[in-house]
């Protein structure tokens, strides 16, 4: 029989959040801090980051970068382990969606897209695995959507780059279990930030506040498993059609996404 997985606790060592300045992972830093960690806050707009730190100093500390940098990343992550101890629990959550995309398919706007959802995300994995299975203790989460699970005509790019950090999480999360590693997948439906404000063309239904998404979220690294999907209407709509032959799945769709077109 398997052992239970690692779930991270504060006093095992302190939490990691990329993308933390605004949105998601602005709230999941404050809800983690609420939950007893000290949390290493990391994204590029320095101000904001400080900003948060200064509402909890003793607990929530800045740490601007950016995850495109390859080798700034290790450094950096090298640096919190130095300043803070070991990283316990890492929610890798910095992504972009750019709205120009539904205008045309076009192979910079791909570039851009992956560099920050695909690659950024690997560039934290990289070091942050290397570290959590030479202790042999860590929990990483990573934030992929659940329009990761079908093709969405709006979402080519952004869609693809979650569905590719989804396979991602899966495979990771059988190849690091023997080292202690803790994988998670947090698959979920429309919370309120800049990217969401974007979208002016389609309804988005079951639309939380980012405050609630970060306590589900945060209960779902504390209950464990490997996905955390919400809201369970959409996650069960999303894989019904993912489960569907293709005829049946891209009539499914039209018909989804012709009734949730604002007229
Ligand atoms: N909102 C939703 O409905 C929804 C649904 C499913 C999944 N998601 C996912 O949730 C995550 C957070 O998005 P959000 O909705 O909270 O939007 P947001 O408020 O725009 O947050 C995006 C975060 O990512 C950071 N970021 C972007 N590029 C970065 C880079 N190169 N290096 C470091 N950090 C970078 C941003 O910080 P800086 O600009 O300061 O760098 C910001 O903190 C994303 O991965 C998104 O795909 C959101």
Redesign the pocket.
């Known amino acids: 029989m398997s052992k239970k997985s690692y779930r991270a606790k504060p006093s095992d060592g302190i939490a990691f959040v990329?993308?933390?300045?605004?949105?998601?992972?602005?709230a999941v830093v404050i809800e983690l801090a609420e939950r007893g960690y000290s949390v290493a806050a990391?994204?590029?707009?320095a101000d904001?980051?400080r900003e948060l730190a200064a509402t909890r100093p003793a607990q929530i500390f800045a740490y601007p970068?950016?995850?495109?940098d390859t080798a700034g990343n290790r450094t950096l992550i090298a640096q919190i382990e130095k300043d803070q101890g070991p990283i316990a629990l890492a929610f890798l959550?910095?992504?972009?969606?750019l709205h120009v995309e539904r205008e045309g398919f076009d192979a910079a706007l791909v570039a851009q897209t992956y560099?920050?959802?695909v690659q950024?995300t690997a560039n934290c994995l990289d070091p942050l695995l290397a570290a959590m299975a030479q202790r042999h203790r860590g929990q990483i989460a990573i934030?992929?959507?659940?329009?990761g699970y079908n093709g969405l005509p709006s979402s080519a790019i952004?869609g693809s780059s979650?569905a590719a950090l989804i396979y991602m999480a899966e495979a990771l999360s059988q190849m690091y279990r023997e080292a202690g590693v803790t994988l998670q997948v947090?698959?979920?439906?429309?919370?309120?930030?800049?990217?969401?404000d974007q979208e002016k063309d389609f309804a988005?239904p079951y639309?939380i506040e980012?405050e609630a998404a970060a306590k589900i979220i945060c209960d779902g690294f504390e209950r464990g498993g490997f996905e955390i999907a919400f809201p369970w209407q959409l996650t069960a709509l999303s894989k019904f059609i993912r489960a569907l032959p293709y005829a049946a799945k891209f009539k499914l769709m039209d018909y989804a996404v012709n009734r949730a077109k604002k007229p």
Do not use: C, E, W
């Not at 970068?65 to 495109?68: E, F, L, S």
């Not at 934030?143 to 329009?147: K, P, Q, R």
């Open positions: 990329s993308g933390a300045s605004s949105g998601i992972g602005r990391m994204a590029r707009r904001d980051l970068g950016d995850v495109r959550n910095a992504g972009l969606s560099a920050v959802n950024g934030n992929a959507s659940l329009a952004y979650k947090i698959n979920h439906g429309f919370v309120r930030t800049a990217m969401t988005q639309k980012p």
